[in-house]
């Protein structure tokens, strides 16, 4: 026979609604076990996840940090694409500038990316100066392009009409 029930080990539950004590007294009754180790039970479940689970404040702040994290490697990668885009620019107007001058001594060799692009297919002034990376304003490496599709025209390999440049040896 069991002993008196021990008041230290009570727990006094009070549900809004006798509807809502029903509810869950029928939900013990499915599980086949009583009402109070039903309620102990989803206790203790509450309780484990959430021990696997970080508090909604600490993900929110680990959130915050990583998404400032976030935005600074994105600032730093759009500096680093200016810089290369930058560094790519001098190299070619380099580059380019040695081959285009008067006083150029040895072989000029066309820029193989030129003549890639042109091997594509149909292509405007513009788009072609925009796909190679070279802007309007950089007017060395421009006329280093022009004088290139000068050379590639005169000995027959490109013709240009009104669609823009054609590439015509296969």
């Known amino acids: 026979m069991p002993g008196k029930p021990d008041p230290r080990r009570y727990i006094n539950i009070y549900c809004s609604s006798r509807e809502q004590k029903n509810y869950f007294k029928e939900l013990a009754e499915k599980d086949g076990v009583s009402l109070s180790e039903y309620c102990l039970s989803m206790m203790e479940r509450s309780v484990s996840e959430q021990a696997k689970n970080p508090p909604r404040a600490k993900v929110s702040e680990n959130m915050k940090v990583l998404e400032e994290e976030l935005a600074r490697l994105r600032g ?69 392009v022009q004088k290139q599709l000068e050379i590639l025209e005169r000995h027959g390999m490109i013709r240009k009409d009104a669609r823009g440049w054609r590439w015509l040896k296969k």
């Open 76 to 144: 730093e990668a759009k500096t680093n694409d200016l810089l290369l885009k930058r560094y790519e620019a001098d190299n070619r107007r380099l580059r380019e500038a040695a081959k285009f001058t008067e006083d150029f001594e040895g072989e000029r060799q066309l820029d193989t990316a030129l003549i890639a692009v042109l091997r594509r297919g149909m292509i405007h002034d513009y788009k072609l100066l925009e796909v190679l990376g070279i802007g309007p304003e950089d007017h060395e490496q421009t006329s280093s």
